[in-house]
């Protein structure tokens, strides 16, 4: 066993989400059924990056909700790949239908645990960017631990973006933007690009929980980091 997939056994204990099934709609349910097929990362496949009919970098999104930010940047971004992980099946579900009506040939969909994903399907340096967006907050101190940006992760994400790529994360909840800060920059894989937070990047759409932020009078934090 790898250092690497002890970590993601070690943190697999501790979950950053919360399974809450049976709420899937007819059309989600159909969606899975019939989609999932098609654009799911086979959860057996050692290197995700041959999940895709053509070689071309790959921007994997984390916690994508219903895919809205997903979908967008694929269609914007079309000479990238785009894999999208998220646990929350009637948000797979929503994304699914979304990236086959605006026929995206460069998504792929992973229904599973984020660790899991990267400690078991994302060799070294095979990813262009990771980008996680409003990622859960997790605001009471007790929770904390819950956070997905933790050093163990971090480290996770280092080894899998290649040098020179980046890890994007915006967040409207200001106490977790400086844990980003406060777990990334003794972090010696990777350098701040912001100072400490940058503007919003033309690639970043605005999201569902963005939307909630702002309209709860939150500010908005983007970081951007560049992998040594
Ligand atoms: C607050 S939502 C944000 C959704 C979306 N990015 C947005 O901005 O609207 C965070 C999402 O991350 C997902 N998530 C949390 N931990 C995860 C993990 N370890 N692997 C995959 N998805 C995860 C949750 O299921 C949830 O849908």
Redesign the pocket.
């Known amino acids: 066993m790898t250092l690497e997939r002890e970590e993601g056994e070690h943190l697999r204990r501790v979950r950053?989400?919360v399974r809450r099934p049976g709420r899937l709609t007819p059309a989600q349910q159909r969606a899975l059924d019939e989609l999932l097929p098609v654009y799911q990362l086979d959860p057996a496949l050692p290197d995700l990056r041959a999940a895709f009919e053509r070689p071309a970098p790959l921007v994997l999104e984390?916690?994508?909700?219903n895919g809205e930010?997903l979908v967008a940047m694929a269609a914007a971004e079309p000479d990238f790949n785009f894999l999208g992980?998220?646990?929350?099946e009637p948000?797979v579900g929503r994304a699914l239908r979304a990236v086959h009506e605006a026929g995206l040939g460069n998504v792929r969909v992973a229904m599973r645990?984020?660790?899991e994903l990267l400690s078991q399907q994302a060799p070294a340096g095979s990813l262009e960017q990771v980008r996680i967006?409003?990622?859960?907050p997790w605001p009471k101190k007790r929770h904390h631990k819950r956070r997905?940006i933790q050093p163990d992760f971090v480290n996770l994400l280092g080894a899998a973006i290649r040098s020179g790529g980046l890890l994007h994360l915006a967040t409207d909840w200001a106490p977790y933007a400086e844990w980003m800060l406060e777990v990334l920059e003794p972090c010696a894989a990777f350098s701040n690009l912001g100072q400490p937070w940058v503007d919003r990047p033309a690639w970043r759409p605005q999201?569902?929980?963005?939307r909630r932020g702002l309209g709860r009078g939150h500010d908005i934090f983007d970081l951007l980091f560049a992998r040594r």
Do not use: L, N, Q, W
Request: net charge negative.
């Open positions: 950053s989400f984390i916690g994508f909700g930010a992980v998220e646990v929350h948000g645990d984020a660790v967006y409003f990622p859960d997905i999201t569902r929980f963005e």
